[in-house]
Each structure stands twice: as structure tokens, then as C-alpha cells.
């Protein structure tokens, strides 16, 4: 392996001042839920960014979604006389402007027996939601490589995988059984806090529902247990918005009227607040490839093949962007893409302060490498990893967690085509404590040296060599839906 230099002094390409400033800038739109007028604000600035550093064929392709915007939520008790912080699950429905008051009605974890113990007809179902496990053992099974310089990321659990509730099910459960409304208790949350944007399917969902955090729980718990009454507000809007997904292409050395292969790297923009990790860290390196690869740094030579950028949208509406960029493209330039490239999550590592916030610990976020390719390409992934000291890093089974990663560039994994994403699960994505403190600033420029050298090599080899021996070729069946983004029970009359 050629090993390239970039983002030297010579370099027109950013350097960590930039990424960082771009960063800040993408924060201070605010908080940029799919169809936010925040979120199609940062579409122009990135059109923008992208017509500035020379890319061609930039467009907005509309990804019309759900755009679920709260307003009010309230939990109040007269018996005792009681008001609760609390924050409406997404997707959720809206209550009547004077709320709904009706007693709670207990349901522990969910389970069978437990619904089977009571009537929740007319009542507010509560139930103790519980977080998976992020065991590190899942992310090293049928790993390419293991990159662990300290030997700190250990096979039991490294902490709980918020963005996925086990027992989410119950919310259906409740309404099946005739509940209301319905709360869920956040007593796995390593913070207090009731700010939580999980689910992000995208599915509009039938009852009312509210969020509270784990130092409340025990309180509304004991009330439920006794059938307290209580009222709950939870007041927005629901419209369908075209959000878009932000394309450019910087063409290959081909020539205008050949059919090149390209190849595609992709992050997407929007966030449940305004969040830095998630995802401004990963548009700083999308736009520092864009930026390096537009210029040819040094005056080296194009690349054979077209090289596509694409912000996606709807990551926090079941990850719609590429699915639809997927759709829209597969009987065309996605015939000839022979890798795509996924980038999210530059991350500091946190732990739990004991006092109701986060520490960090100095150490990155356990990366995930997700894969799906040949050993050659996981070669080439290995090789460049190692040459920019990227530590943490796990290139994992793209299929240990389900019918696709959990990674927003999932759709060109399924599509068949050889892929790799980055991406980290720290515990505060889902929450306002994603400031730009939690970004692993030392970790950005190496991040973008990684898929920049990554891409080069990958330049130079057969599709067919990238593509050997993948686990899910070209014209595999569908991928159900996973776990994460299961859609609505049908709920019977």
C-alpha cells in the first residue's frame, strides 16, 4: 500500500482550525430534527460549502419526511400537588390542548404477565424502559481487525446502547390493551435528564407519550403503583416536509462521456438538538474530503473514478436520506459505485460523573468500523488505520447486530455494494449534552487522512476484487427492518 500524504502545510485542504470552525458553525443553526427549519437551513450551507470547493453536478434531492415538532409537554398531579420535567417521545401523538387526565396504571418492564395483571383501559400506561447492552465481545466477533493499542475495550459490556430500548414493544402493548397514554421511565439512563430523542424512526405513533428521567422515576413509579391520577400535556405539529439530501460529485479522470464507476462517502446532517458529535463531526471530515479531493492537493494526479458526496437526511427519521438515495439511484449510478464510504461520530469518550452528568475520560469512543467487502479491502482499511494511529478501532461484522449496521449508510450495505462506516455510540448523542467539548478534536484530521488515503487505494482496485466473498452481494433479497426501526403494530379495533 501507497501510503499518501495529506492535509499537509502545502495543502489547500482544511486543517483542524477549519473543521473545528465548521463545527461550530453547523451547532449554531440549533437543533435540526428532520424538516426543522434549522435542518433545511444547514442544506444551503452545505449546497453552498460544496459549490465553494469546486465541486460539480450539486443539487438538492428532496427526502420528504415527517417533521414532528413539540411544543408543550406536561406531567401534573393534583394528588399530590406535583409537576414533573418530562419530554414527548418522538413520533408520538398530541393530546387535546387541556391534556389528558386519567389514573396511571403500573406495567413494570412490559412483559405478558405483568399486562395481564390489570385493566389499562381509559388509564396512562408507565412502564421502567430498558437500554440494551454494548458488549464489546459483539463488536470483535467476526471482526477484519481489532486495533486496542492499551487493550481497553473490554468483551463484557462497555456501557448500554441507548438507541436501542428493549422493551419499546410495550408502548404498542399499552395502546393494544386500550391505555391512553403512556409514559416511560428512563431508569437505565447512566445521566438524570428526561431529554431523550429516541425512538428516531420516523413513524407517527398513536398515543400520547412522555419521556422522564431516571431521578423522577421512582416518584411517578410509586404513584402508579397506587392508580394516581395525573394529567399530561403533550402539544406540536406534524406535517410532511421535503428535507433533501445534498449531492456533489467530483468527476473522475474518465472523461465526460465515458461511464465511470464512482465511489460514494456519506454523512448525514441532520440531529436531534444541536448536536456536535452528532453529527457536525462527521460533515467536518465530509467536507474536508470534498475540500482536499476538489483541489487535488500538491497536484497529484484525479482519481480514475467520480467521487460522490452525499449529506444525507432523515438519519433521525429511520435513516430515510439514503434509503431514498438507494431507491432513486439503483438502476443507475449505483451500477457502477464500487465502495461507499460511511463517516459519523469523531468522539470523546464519557462516563457517568455519579452525580446526574457525564465525565469524560480522556479516550476516544470504541469505534466501530463497520464492513462488508474483500480481504483486500479490509487490508487497505487496516493498513490505513494503522498509518494514522487511529486507536479503538473495531472493523466489525456489518451483520453483528441485525439485517443491516446501525449506521446511517446501512442502505449501500444492503444494496450489495462493498462498504465501510465509521461510527461511535457515546451516551450522550441523544441528549443537549452533545457540545462541542464531546468532540474528539485530536481525532478529526486523522479520521479524514484515514478515508482520504482509504479512498486513493481504493481507487486502483477491480470492483470485482472490493466485492469478493461479501456476505450480502449485489441482488440479495430486501433487508427486513431492524430492531431499531421496527414500524407500528397494527393496533385492532
Same mark, same amino acid.
Given at each position: 500500500? /501507497? /501510503?499518501?500524504?495529506?492535509?499537509?502545510?502545502?495543502?489547500?485542504? =482544511?486543517?483542524?482550525?477549519?473543521?473545528?470552525?465548521?463545527?461550530?458553525?453547523?451547532?449554531?443553526?440549533?437543533?435540526?430534527?428532520?424538516?426543522?427549519?434549522?435542518?433545511?437551513?444547514?442544506?444551503?450551507?452545505?449546497?453552498?460549502?460544496?459549490?465553494?470547493?469546486?465541486?460539480?453536478?450539486?443539487?438538492?434531492?428532496?427526502?420528504?419526511?415527517?417533521?414532528? &415538532?413539540?411544543?408543550?409537554?406536561?406531567?401534573?398531579?393534583?394528588?399530590? !400537588?406535583?409537576?414533573?420535567?418530562?419530554?414527548?417521545?418522538?413520533?408520538?401523538?398530541?393530546?387535546?390542548?387541556?391534556? @389528558?387526565?386519567?389514573?396511571?396504571?403500573?406495567?413494570?418492564?412490559?412483559?405478558?404477565?405483568?399486562?395481564?395483571?390489570?385493566?389499562?383501559?381509559?388509564?396512562?400506561?408507565?412502564?421502567?424502559?430498558?437500554?440494551?447492552?454494548?458488549?464489546?465481545? !459483539?463488536?470483535?466477533?467476526?471482526?477484519?481487525?481489532?486495533?486496542?493499542?492499551?487493550?481497553?475495550?473490554?468483551?463484557?459490556?462497555?456501557?448500554?446502547?441507548?438507541?436501542?430500548?428493549? %422493551? *419499546?414493544?410495550?408502548?404498542?402493548?399499552?395502546?393494544?390493551?386500550?391505555?391512553?397514554?403512556?409514559?416511560?421511565?428512563?431508569?437505565?439512563?447512566? /445521566?438524570?435528564?428526561?431529554?431523550?430523542?429516541? =425512538?428516531?424512526?420516523?413513524?407517527?405513533?398513536?398515543?400520547?407519550?412522555?419521556?422522564?428521567?431516571?431521578?423522577?422515576?421512582?416518584?411517578?413509579?410509586?404513584?402508579?403503583?397506587?392508580?394516581?391520577?395525573?394529567?399530561?400535556?403533550? @402539544?406540536?405539529?406534524?406535517?410532511?416536509?421535503?428535507?433533501?439530501?445534498?449531492?456533489?460529485? $467530483?468527476?473522475?479522470?474518465?472523461?465526460? %462521456?465515458?461511464?465511470?464507476? %464512482?465511489?460514494?462517502?456519506?454523512?448525514?446532517?441532520?440531529?436531534?438538538?444541536?448536536?456536535?458529535?452528532?453529527?457536525?463531526?462527521?460533515?467536518?471530515?465530509?467536507? !474536508?474530503?470534498?475540500?482536499? +479531493?476538489?483541489?487535488?492537493?500538491?497536484?497529484?494526479?484525479?482519481?480514475?473514478?467520480?467521487?460522490?458526496?452525499?449529506?444525507?437526511?432523515?438519519?433521525?427519521?429511520?435513516?430515510?436520506?439514503?434509503?431514498?438515495?438507494?431507491?432513486?439511484?439503483?438502476?443507475?449510478?449505483?451500477?457502477?459505485?464500487?465502495?461507499?464510504?460511511?463517516?459519523?461520530?469523531?468522539?470523546?469518550?464519557? &462516563?457517568?460523573?455519579?452525580?446526574?452528568?457525564?465525565?469524560?475520560?480522556?479516550?476516544?469512543?470504541?469505534?466501530?468500523?463497520?464492513?462488508?467487502?474483500?480481504?483486500? *479491502?479490509?487490508?487497505?482499511?487496516?493498513?490505513?488505520?494503522?498509518?494514522?494511529?487511529?486507536?479503538?478501532?473495531?472493523?466489525?461484522?456489518?451483520?453483528?447486530?441485525?439485517?443491516?449496521? =446501525?449506521?446511517?449508510?446501512?442502505?449501500? +450495505?444492503?444494496?450489495? $455494494? =462493498?462498504?465501510?462506516?465509521?461510527?461511535?455510540?457515546?451516551?450522550?448523542?441523544?441528549?443537549?449534552?452533545?457540545?462541542?467539548?464531546?468532540?474528539?478534536?485530536?481525532? @478529526?484530521?486523522?479520521?479524514?487522512?484515514?478515508?482520504? %488515503?482509504?479512498?486513493?487505494?481504493?481507487?486502483?482496485?477491480?470492483? /470485482?476484487?472490493?466485492?469478493?466473498?461479501?456476505?450480502?452481494?449485489?441482488?440479495?433479497?430486501?433487508?427486513?427492518?431492524?430492531?431499531? +426501526?421496527?414500524?407500528?403494530?397494527?393496533?385492532?379495533?
Amino acid at each position: 500500500m /501507497t /501510503t499518501h500524504t495529506t492535509f499537509d502545510s502545502k495543502s489547500p485542504a =482544511p486543517r483542524l482550525g477549519e473543521m473545528l470552525g465548521w463545527i461550530r458553525r453547523i451547532v449554531g443553526f440549533g437543533t435540526r430534527r428532520p424538516g426543522y427549519a434549522q435542518s433545511l437551513q444547514v442544506e444551503q450551507w452545505l449546497e453552498a460549502r460544496f459549490r465553494e470547493f469546486g465541486l460539480a453536478e450539486v443539487r438538492r434531492e428532496p427526502v420528504p419526511v415527517n417533521c414532528w &415538532e413539540p411544543a408543550v409537554s406536561a406531567l401534573t398531579f393534583s394528588e399530590p !400537588a406535583l409537576e414533573l420535567p418530562c419530554f414527548p417521545i418522538p413520533y408520538t401523538a398530541w393530546t387535546a390542548a387541556e391534556g @389528558l387526565a386519567t389514573p396511571l396504571a403500573f406495567v413494570g418492564e412490559g412483559s405478558p404477565e405483568e399486562f395481564q395483571r390489570g385493566d389499562l383501559r381509559g388509564s396512562i400506561a408507565v412502564a421502567n424502559m430498558r437500554f440494551a447492552n454494548l458488549p464489546g465481545a !459483539a463488536l470483535k466477533r467476526g471482526a477484519q481487525f481489532i486495533r486496542d493499542a492499551n487493550q481497553s475495550v473490554p468483551d463484557g459490556p462497555m456501557h448500554v446502547a441507548n438507541w436501542m430500548i428493549r %422493551n *419499546f414493544p410495550a408502548y404498542y402493548e399499552a395502546q393494544q390493551r386500550g391505555a391512553v397514554g403512556f409514559i416511560g421511565l428512563l431508569v437505565d439512563s447512566p /445521566t438524570d435528564g428526561c431529554d431523550f430523542y429516541v =425512538p428516531y424512526d420516523g413513524f407517527l405513533k398513536g398515543l400520547p407519550g412522555l419521556w422522564v428521567g431516571r431521578e423522577h422515576a421512582p416518584q411517578v413509579r410509586a404513584l402508579a403503583q397506587v392508580g394516581a391520577a395525573a394529567r399530561i400535556v403533550s @402539544l406540536g405539529e406534524n406535517r410532511v416536509v421535503d428535507s433533501h439530501n445534498i449531492v456533489g460529485v $467530483i468527476p473522475g479522470s474518465g472523461g465526460p %462521456n465515458v461511464e465511470r464507476e %464512482n465511489i460514494i462517502i456519506t454523512c448525514h446532517h441532520d440531529a436531534p438538538f444541536a448536536s456536535a458529535v452528532e453529527d457536525a463531526s462527521g460533515l467536518a471530515v465530509l467536507l !474536508a474530503l470534498a475540500k482536499e +479531493f476538489a483541489a487535488t492537493p500538491g497536484g497529484g494526479p484525479r482519481l480514475r473514478r467520480d467521487l460522490i458526496f452525499v449529506a444525507s437526511s432523515g438519519h433521525f427519521h429511520g435513516g430515510i436520506g439514503n434509503r431514498v438515495f438507494v431507491q432513486r439511484h439503483g438502476e443507475g449510478l449505483l451500477k457502477r459505485t464500487v465502495a461507499a464510504f460511511g463517516v459519523e461520530h469523531i468522539a470523546e469518550e464519557v &462516563e457517568s460523573d455519579q452525580h446526574g452528568g457525564y465525565r469524560l475520560t480522556g479516550r476516544p469512543e470504541v469505534r466501530a468500523l463497520f464492513f462488508d467487502g474483500s480481504r483486500k *479491502f479490509a487490508g487497505i482499511l487496516a493498513e490505513a488505520a494503522e498509518g494514522c494511529g487511529l486507536d479503538r478501532m473495531i472493523c466489525a461484522d456489518a451483520y453483528g447486530f441485525g439485517p443491516e449496521p =446501525p449506521c446511517d449508510s446501512a442502505p449501500f +450495505f444492503t444494496a450489495g $455494494i =462493498p462498504s465501510a462506516c465509521h461510527i461511535s455510540g457515546p451516551l450522550y448523542l441523544f441528549d443537549p449534552q452533545d457540545t462541542i467539548d464531546k468532540v474528539r478534536a485530536a481525532d @478529526l484530521v486523522p479520521v479524514a487522512k484515514f478515508f482520504a %488515503n482509504a479512498i486513493r487505494e481504493v481507487d486502483s482496485v477491480p470492483a /470485482t476484487e472490493l466485492a469478493a466473498g461479501m456476505k450480502r452481494p449485489r441482488g440479495s433479497p430486501p433487508a427486513p427492518p431492524p430492531p431499531w +426501526f421496527q414500524p407500528p403494530k397494527v393496533v385492532g379495533i
